[in-house]
């Protein structure tokens, strides 16, 4: 765009602009973390910390394995199976430093998930906790990895509590269904050999893929999107600019709840480290007493979350009574943040959940709502370096929104570029020229831009809903349900409709087992016009997620036509 007007709204001392080249590469920035704060803790899980000089040496040594394998070199894949554990930033950082590609890979993936990752990314290498290794052995014949480094949970804990959780796991909750790869090593041998193995630092440029990140699917098969180092580092600088302003080296604590094999985890915990901070993995945050009972071990200061994640802590006894007075940083994504959700966390915790946007093919940051700011419904401004446009279905720009006339005429699909855009999508260059084009990205969200600079989602392209010709968006409907108080959680769908060609149905999980249609479509009727009225209204005990908790409306969908 040439005008960028977000930039007079933009707040105190942040630039337009960063410089996405002040590291050579990701494994620069972790030498410089370590040299700077050797002795601090960088990641706690399950009970034990380790330091940045431990992190240092432990990823080391899994490089120098990696390193010395007869048919690994710079540039292969790399894939990791597991949920937050300390291996995971060990092996992230070893992979990188070896200077290979991450692959993550969802814990929970079905075999012909994880068959059609392994096939597409070529991993030849994978570390995987023991829990999920039946499932690569079904599919082992037919992908390229031919060194599997298997885990248990406990491995990087101190004895006896290491043999404790292991035997735990495996024998009293037989949690780690029987397998068998022939050829299967330990971590702690592929440490015990890169320890003695020479490893040297492999020629690296910005430009080098870092990570083969792989989109969720809901679309169709998914799709690697390829991030170099320059564009992850591009969005640390970027995002780090945006929520810093406060904080203090080496003092900060940072609550992870979401899995680090998602873009948005991965990348907000590596934008922590330049500061020497702590940051605690949590394991299983479905388990929300267990989740409180873990934050209440700590005095944090940031912490980053999805809209559901949020609204069940606000509803988990206990939650209401931890120590608030450090925090700083409430970042909420994936997913919209509802305002109900937003005004109760400020309440109860005295801290504002700031809204960012992003994309797994952004690295993943684009655009965030100023700190200390109340939510607003917008996504906020585009972060430093990044260009935001609305486009019509010929591509063409459209004009900002002034708060008058129709808004309809401002609103199309948000288009970005910036240096987190990416490459590509791995090996699919129909894909990439789909999305890309004369430098924009095409987010596939739509939205409009207002004259202070602010863009606002209202909806996935995908996911609008036509009624009688009028354009229904479900996070609008979605939004509206939030508000009343005997619903906990609800998904808006469009189902065919002889007269208006689709309705909207909305399926609802409430707290109030005498909640009907009837009081549903009162509340509606308060809030949105005609057409937009859900005509079908369903209630469930759960709806289904993504792994960081995102509602799955395509699932939602199928299972209303089914």
Same mark, same amino acid.
């Given at each position: 765009?040439?005008?960028?007007?977000?930039?007079?709204?933009?707040?105190?001392g942040?630039?337009?602009?960063?410089?996405?080249?002040?590291?050579?590469?990701?494994?620069?920035?972790?030498?410089?973390?370590?040299?700077?704060?050797?002795?601090?803790p960088?990641f706690?899980?399950?009970?034990?910390?380790?330091?940045?000089?431990?992190?240092?040496?432990?990823?080391?040594?899994f @490089?120098?394995? *990696? %390193?010395?394998?007869?048919?690994?070199k #710079?540039?292969?894949? &790399?894939?990791?199976m597991?949920?937050?554990? =300390?291996q995971?930033?060990?092996?992230?950082?070893?992979?990188?430093?070896?200077?290979?590609?991450?692959?993550?890979?969802?814990?929970?993936?079905?075999p012909r998930?994880?068959?059609?990752?392994?096939?597409?990314s070529?991993?030849?290498?994978m570390?995987?906790?023991?829990n999920? @290794?039946r499932? *690569? %052995?079904?599919v082992?014949?037919?992908? #390229?990895?031919?060194h &599997?480094?298997t885990?248990?949970i406990?491995? =990087?804990?101190?004895?006896?509590?290491r043999?404790?959780?292991?035997?735990?796991?495996?024998?009293?909750?037989?949690?780690?269904?029987?397998w068998?790869?022939?050829?299967?090593?330990?971590?702690?041998?592929?440490?015990?050999?890169?320890?003695?193995?020479?490893?040297?630092?492999p @020629?690296?440029?910005?430009e080098?893929?870092?990570?083969?990140?792989?989109?969720?699917?809901t679309t169709g098969?998914?799709?690697g999107?390829?991030?170099?180092?320059?564009?992850?580092?591009?969005?640390?600088?970027?995002?780090?600019?945006?929520?810093?302003?406060s904080?203090?080296?080496?003092?900060?604590?940072?609550?992870?709840?979401?899995?680090?094999?998602?873009?948005?985890?991965?990348t907000?915990?590596?934008?922590?480290?330049?500061?020497?901070s702590?940051?605690?993995?949590?394991?299983?945050?479905?388990?929300?007493?267990?989740?409180?009972?873990e934050?209440?071990?700590?005095k944090f200061?940031?912490?980053?979350?999805?809209?559901?994640l949020?609204?069940?802590?606000?509803?988990?006894?206990?939650f209401?009574?931890?120590?608030?007075?450090?925090?700083?940083?409430?970042?909420?994504?994936?997913a919209a943040?509802?305002?109900?959700?937003?005004?109760?966390?400020?309440?109860?915790?005295?801290?504002?959940l700031?809204?960012?946007?992003?994309?797994?093919?952004?690295?993943?940051?684009?655009?965030?709502?100023?700190l200390?700011?109340?939510?607003?419904?917008?996504i906020?401004?585009p972060?430093?370096s990044?260009?935001?446009?609305i486009?019509?279905?010929?591509?063409?720009?459209?004009p900002?929104?002034?708060?008058?006339g129709?808004?309809?005429?401002?609103?199309?699909?948000?288009?970005?570029?910036?240096?987190?855009?990416?490459n590509?999508?791995?090996?699919?260059?129909?894909?990439?020229?789909n999305?890309?084009?004369?430098?924009?990205?095409?987010?596939?969200?739509?939205?409009?831009?207002?004259s202070?600079?602010?863009?606002?989602?209202?909806?996935?392209?995908?996911?609008?809903?036509?009624v009688?010709?009028f354009?229904?968006y479900?996070?609008?409907?979605?939004?509206?349900?939030?508000?009343?108080?005997?619903?906990?959680?609800c998904?808006?769908?469009?189902v065919?409709?002889?007269k208006?060609?689709e309705?909207?149905?909305?399926v609802?999980?409430?707290?109030?087992?005498?909640?009907?249609?009837?009081?549903?479509?009162?509340?509606?009727?308060?809030?949105?016009?005609?057409?937009k009225?859900?005509?079908?209204?369903?209630?469930?005990?759960?709806?289904?997620?993504s792994?960081?908790?995102?509602i799955?409306?395509?699932?939602?969908?199928?299972?209303t036509?089914?």
């Open positions: 765009m040439s005008e960028r007007i977000w930039l007079q709204h933009y707040p105190e942040i630039p337009a602009d960063i410089d996405p080249d002040k590291y050579d590469s990701l494994p620069d920035l972790l030498a410089r973390t370590v040299a700077k704060f050797p002795e601090r960088a706690h899980n399950l009970g034990r910390s380790i330091t940045y000089r431990e992190l240092d040496q432990l990823s080391r040594n @490089a120098a394995y *990696l %390193q010395n394998l007869p048919d690994l #710079p540039g292969d894949a &790399v894939a990791i597991s949920p937050n554990l =300390l995971y930033p060990v092996a992230l950082f070893g992979i990188l430093r070896a200077g290979m590609v991450v692959v993550n890979v969802n814990p929970l993936y079905t998930e994880l068959e059609h990752q392994l096939k597409d070529g991993a030849k290498a570390l995987i906790v023991e999920f @290794a499932t *690569l %052995q079904q082992l014949a037919n992908v #390229p990895v031919r &599997v480094i885990t248990q406990g491995d =990087l804990l101190p004895a006896p509590k043999w404790l959780i292991n035997f735990v796991i495996k024998h009293a909750k037989k949690m780690v269904p029987k068998k790869i022939d050829g299967a090593i330990t971590l702690d041998t592929a440490l015990a050999r890169g320890a003695v193995a020479k490893f040297t630092p @020629a690296m440029s910005r080098d893929i870092a990570f083969l990140q792989y989109t969720g699917g098969v998914s799709k999107a390829m991030l170099t180092h320059r564009n992850i580092l591009a969005n640390l600088e970027q995002t780090g600019m945006w929520i810093s302003g904080f203090r080296e080496g003092q900060e604590i940072v609550i992870a709840p979401l899995p680090m094999y998602h873009i948005f985890c991965l907000s915990t590596m934008s922590f480290l330049k500061w020497g702590l940051t605690v993995l949590i394991t299983n945050p479905r388990d929300l007493p267990g989740f409180v009972k934050m209440a071990q700590w200061s940031v912490m980053t979350g999805v809209n559901t949020f609204n069940g802590l606000l509803n988990t006894p206990g209401d009574r931890l120590d608030f007075s450090a925090l700083k940083v409430v970042i909420g994504g994936g943040v509802q305002k109900p959700v937003a005004e109760r966390w400020q309440q109860v915790t005295g801290a504002y700031t809204e960012a946007y992003g994309l797994t093919e952004t690295s993943p940051g684009v655009c965030c709502i100023p200390a700011t109340p939510w607003n419904g917008t906020g401004l972060i430093p990044t260009d935001v446009s486009r019509d279905e010929s591509f063409q720009p459209l900002v929104w002034h708060g008058t129709e808004i309809e005429k401002s609103t199309g699909e948000i288009c970005v570029r910036g240096p987190q855009v990416m590509g999508y791995w090996n699919n260059p129909q894909e990439t020229a999305v890309i084009q004369d430098g924009w990205l095409k987010t596939g969200d739509i939205g409009y831009l207002d202070e600079g602010r863009v606002t989602i209202t909806d996935r392209k995908k996911d609008v809903i036509l009688s010709g354009n229904v479900p996070n609008e409907i979605e939004s509206v349900l939030a508000m009343h108080p005997d619903i906990i959680e998904a808006a769908v469009g065919a409709d002889e208006s060609g309705a909207v149905k909305v609802i999980v409430s707290k109030n087992p005498k909640l009907d249609k009837a009081a549903v479509m009162a509340h509606c009727k308060l809030h949105l016009t005609g057409y009225l859900p005509r079908h209204v369903a209630f469930t005990d759960a709806l289904p997620k792994p960081i908790g995102k799955l409306r395509r699932e939602v969908r199928d299972a036509h089914a």
